[in-house]
């Protein structure tokens, strides 16, 4: 090699250690993490097959990480913001239920086909959540016994009417997390969230039952945390207080069982058009001003005071700021990352749009979730998400969707730094150390 060359070689491996450098630093591995564990963006470099493909530009051989399974449409509340009302698939689902076409739970023969399904994309975690509730379903806790059978780590979302009666049998399978509803501190409030009277001391009951069984086994590693939908149905000063009394009430009736308090902001995904009677994406938020005041006013009112006691108050910060400015829309090339499967085996591209027709990229209830993945139908969807608002076809994004600070993070890199070669992705891991992964890294 020559003196010209040399020099070539010395300049072309500077340029790539300070690209790769800058991604590093970029990607903030070191940063404060406001939301905690539920912050995916955060994971997305641990899962280096994905993240290597995204790196090189090859968005086609990207597969699902994570996935929402729904087990039920059917549900014993009846939440005024539910997202599946909003989207139109519960009208859908109860049509169908009417006409004795459906019943609005997962079989279990559906259930193995998905699960196998999952284990044939590689897919990593699945989150047992709604659509309706989950418990309604009575297969599943049954279902969660297979998915640890199966070596996918699993996790429970639930509203807590049913799961004290549940509590040593769910954590018996050892979930990675259970993320409990709760949306209040007094009864007046909660009716006012979930559509239901007279639920909020059961609920509250049966979350202190999962917390003190949490307590009783040994060695239990389950993350137990409570969620919180803030709106303006619930955010009062008074209300704000309630919740903080109702959490200092659990925690000292679980000897702190419960590890979390998560905040999220309240979210209109569809809006009814007055004239055509369709559903749309919302493209404004008519609780700007309430969602810029709310995290300040959390983390005085409960925050401050309840993180002392021992549990971690998340406060989606990110969140509540996206729903307070105008609307944005563009591509989005995270969907790929986390996929939703109805109670009928089908799979959806997006967990807002879960039921709804739009984001289903099975054919038929029958076809297996290997086959969907694979089909043109997926690919064109997720073509359609990918694409600019400007251009024909697109889809438009959801207000502050599951995966959009994945989705903003991913969009960056590609405009910082557009592509990268293989071997700048392989100097990238040496670079990195991905051997201790945040917790429930799996579920993106």
């Known amino acids: 090699m020559n003196t010209e060359q040399e020099y070539i070689t010395k300049k072309t491996l500077v340029i790539m250690k300070n690209r790769i450098d800058e991604l590093i630093d970029f990607l903030g591995f070191k940063k404060e993490n406001p ?28 597969t699902p990480i994570c996935t929402e399974i729904v087990p039920s449409i059917r549900c014993n509340l009846n939440c005024p913001s539910c997202t599946y009302r909003q989207n139109g698939s519960k009208e859908l689902a109860k049509k169908a239920i009417e006409e004795g076409i459906v019943n609005g739970l997962m079989s279990e023969e559906v259930f193995d086909s998905v699960v196998s399904g999952l284990k044939s994309l590689d897919v990593k975690s699945a989150i047992i959540t709604g659509g309706g509730e989950p418990s309604v379903n009575p297969k599943y806790i049954q279902f969660m016994k297979k998915l640890e059978n199966s070596g996918i780590s699993f ?82 000063s008074w209300q704000l207080e309630s919740i903080k009394k109702t959490l200092e009430r659990i925690t000292n009736e ?5 590890d979390y308090a998560a905040f999220r902001p309240e979210v209109q995904y569809f809006r009814k058009d007055p004239k055509t009677g369709r559903n749309g994406i919302c493209k404004e938020h008519a609780n700007a001003e309430l969602f810029r005041a709310l995290p300040a006013r959390i983390e005085e009112a409960i925050k401050e005071p309840i993180e002392k006691l021992g549990i971690d108050v998340l406060i989606a910060k990110d969140g509540f700021d996206y729903l307070s400015q105008p609307y944005k829309d563009g591509p989005n090339i995270a969907a790929p990352w986390s996929v939703s499967i109805n109670y009928d085996g089908k799979l959806h591209l997006a967990s807002e749009g879960n039921g709804n027709p739009d984001y289903c990229a099975s054919s038929e209830a029958a076809e297996s979730i290997e086959n969907a993945w694979n089909s043109l139908k997926k690919a064109e969807i997720i073509a359609r998400l990918a694409s600019k608002p400007s251009e024909q076809g697109h889809i438009p994004n959801f207000p502050h969707y599951k995966l959009m600070t994945t989705n903003s993070l991913l969009l960056a890199i590609r405009d910082k730094f557009g592509t990268f070669s293989p071997e700048e992705v392989r100097t990238f891991y040496k670079s990195i150390d991905i051997s201790n992964p945040p917790k429930h890294v799996n579920f993106i």
Do not use: W
């Open 35 to 62: 939301f905690g564990l539920h912050e995916s963006s955060k994971k997305i470099a641990y899962h280096q097959r994905n993240f290597s493909a995204m790196l090189e530009g090859r968005d086609a051989d990207i």
């Open 155 to 236: 996790a429970l979302y639930s509203n807590a009417t049913r799961t004290g009666r549940d509590a040593y049998k769910i954590l018996g399978l050892n979930p990675e997390f259970i993320r409990l509803s709760l949306n209040s501190g007094d009864s007046t409030t909660h009716s006012l969230m979930y559509g239901a009277y007279n639920l909020f001391r059961v609920v509250v009951e049966n979350i202190i039952k999962v917390g003190k069984a949490k307590q009783a086994i040994r060695g239990c590693k389950t993350t137990l945390g409570l969620g919180f939908i803030m709106g303006p149905r619930n955010s009062a």
């Open 254 to 258: 679980t000897g702190c069982g419960v």
